[in-house]
């Protein structure tokens, strides 16, 4: 199901910055929910706003916390919090979960420890804005589909699961745009690990043409012969562009990687990586690289 496992082989191919801001504020009615979100796990059949009204804990280490069952559905945590931390670094649970539904959008929301913190995969129309995703065991935010956004978001401290060889922070087929990663790392068990800011993942037909930009990247944490990458773009015709990719140290890897020459890549601050721009990639210009 997730995307990001093949990039362990294909990455073998491939040879400060502002602070992290909070969630948007909780909102100050709910006279537009159509209903609430009281207990985990939670099952959506009915269109319109679901909401949280406080803070909701599980222990559940497999399954899908909010599976989204039906289309036109906006959850809105208000700016409560969704923890699976009691499931373990061993969790396959997802936090908020979809598949092939149409116009979806998440916001507001903390969403901490699960496997995967939000997963929408295939439909189309999804708008993941405004949240706070931490301690997500493999990926912080993905998505697959048409017209998807990914915007505004901190995706912090990601990694962990002692089974998996890399992480990332967001997996996206859309659009990403001033979201905040900051940390992905791997478990104290593995020897070779791979750390991914943004992968921007390619599927025939719908990744063109999107823009990767103002996005904040840093801490990644490769271990042995992975790499880290800040922004790994995969489609045609992506414009990254305004990003800062940041290390404390000099990292081995790359600060922007492409599988596609028409990957447009300019006005970009990247620093401590051992290449700052993969030679595949479109340099426009205006790139500071040190």
Known sequence: ?????????????????????????????????????????????????????????????SGNMIDIQTNNVTIDCNGFRMRGSGGGASTLAAGIYATGRLNLTIRHCTIRG????????GGSDYIVENNLLDQSRLIGIE????????????????????GEAQASAINAEGDVIDNVVDGVYGADSIVNFAAFGIYSATDAGINFGIVIQGNRIRNLTPKGTGEAIGILS??????????????????T??????????????????????????????????????
């Not at 990687?257 to 340099?283: E, F, L, M, P, W």
């Open 1 to 61: 199901m997730h995307i990001l496992r093949p990039l362990f082989i294909l990455i073998a191919t491939l040879t400060a910055f502002g602070g992290v801001s909070s969630p948007a504020a909780a909102a100050e009615s709910y006279d537009a929910c159509v209903g609430f979100i009281d207990a985990l796990p939670a099952v959506i059949t009915t269109q319109g706003i679901w909401c949280l009204r406080q803070n909701l804990d599980t222990s559940a280490a």
């Open 114 to 121: 699960f496997l995967v913190g939000i997963e929408l995969i």
């Open 253 to 290: 890897g790359f600060g922007i990687a492409c599988y596609n020459a028409t990957s447009h890549v300019r006005d970009n601050v990247i620093r401590n990586y051992v290449t700052g721009i993969q030679v595949g990639c479109d340099n426009a210009g205006g790139n500071s690289v040190d």
């Open 234 to 251: 995969s489609g045609s015709g992506v414009a990254v562009r305004d990003n800062a990719i940041g290390q404390a140290s000099s990292t």
């Open 143 to 162: 998505t697959t589909g048409a017209g998807s956004v990914v915007r505004r978001n901190n995706v912090v401290n990601t990694g962990g699961s002692p």
